[in-house]
């Protein structure tokens, strides 16, 4: 996880195409210039970044499951709710999974949790819009260097 | 059992934040309601919820685009709630 590259996946763990979920696992950093600010002295990994690393592994999961044919747009984040605080060097295990697919939307449920212990969840939204040019091929990369492979083609709706 | 347009313009109320009083069928939900593109995808969440269905609305707005179909066949509530009629209709 680097915080100041908002890289916040470290690891994708499973990707389940039939249940329509993945799991990524991720690791708060030891020191972040994010921590000077949040709190001085007290670092705790911010809400706003915590949302972020579920609208990412919710990403990844689209992604995998569209087969990369449109990119996933953050576009709302409902029920948010964040249940406890999370510092340095917590490990971090990112559930998301897909609650409907609809026409140019997607929306899923994602949570977080550390040692067992529910961390936050909510339910995220996304429009689905056509590539930029350049960018379905570098975030097939990004996916392959986080373990997410895929070569099969995509599933019937 | 409330009719289409009943469910349809509840949604719209309570996710635009719209009184229910102002939500005709004659509405256009654009112009008329001032629902952008993003409030539209909230309100085709709960539809596809409430109806069990897929709203097409990539076919819809490349039509609109393109120009082969005005935007009030989609967008003017009796005109859309008769669309979601079609829909429920074709899942049965």
Redesign the interface.
Known sequence: MRLEYFQMIDRVALFEEAGERLEAHSTVPMASPVFEGHFPDHPLMPGVLLTETMAQASGYLILALTRFTHMPFL??VEKAKFRSFVGPGAPLVIEARRI??????A?TRAKISSAGKGICDAEL?F?MLPFPAGLSDRMREQALGLGLALDAPVPEA | MASTFETVAGIISETCDIPREQITPESHAIDDLGVDS?AF??I??AI??AFGI??????W?QEVNEGKVPAEEYFVLKNLCARIDELVAAKA
């Not at chain 1, 409907?100 to 939307?105: D, E, L, V």
């Not at chain 2, 897929?54 to 076919?59: A, F, Q």
Request: aromatic share 8%.
């Open positions: 576009a709302g409907h697919q609809g026409s140019g939307y929306v939204m429009r | 993003l995808l909230d085709a969440f596809d919820k897929k709203l097409p609305l990539e076919t707005t």
